[in-house]
């Protein structure tokens, strides 16, 4: 059985840094494209960031970008997203997904079928 289980989210003041972390189980992740998805209270999940299988390409919101960084290492099965100078509006529960086909680029559009259950993240002013 695959899960995703997230870690590292917490209340921050705005300004301060946080890293979450994704480890999955069940099976091997290293030919797939992973990413990062965040839902506020009362708007749409969006995208935050992707990183494909090689890790060669990744992609960010435009909130986001040079303030998040996506990296993953596949010895541990593992997506992180590293967040910097972190703004009230970044509050939201994240989530990690994996996308359900090998050697994706973890795109925006990209087809995402694993997710995990989420984690916190609180930005306070």
């Known amino acids: 059985q695959v899960q995703l289980v997230e870690s590292g989210g917490g209340l921050v003041q705005a300004g301060g840094s946080l890293r979450l972390s994704c480890a999955a189980s069940?099976?091997?992740?290293?030919?797939?494209?992973m990413g990062w998805f965040r839902q506020a209270p009362g708007k749409e999940r969006e995208f935050v960031a992707g990183i494909s299988w090689s890790a060669a390409n990744t992609y960010y919101a435009n909130s986001v970008k040079g303030r998040f960084t996506i990296s993953r290492d596949k010895a541990k099965n593992t997506v992180y997203l590293q967040m910097n100078s972190l703004k009230p509006e970044d509050t939201a529960v994240y989530y990690c997904a994996v996308e359900g086909s090998r050697y994706g680029l973890g795109s925006p559009d990209s087809k995402y079928d694993y997710w995990g259950q989420g984690t916190q993240v609180t930005v306070s002013s």
């Open positions: 069940g099976r091997t992740f290293s030919n797939f494209a």
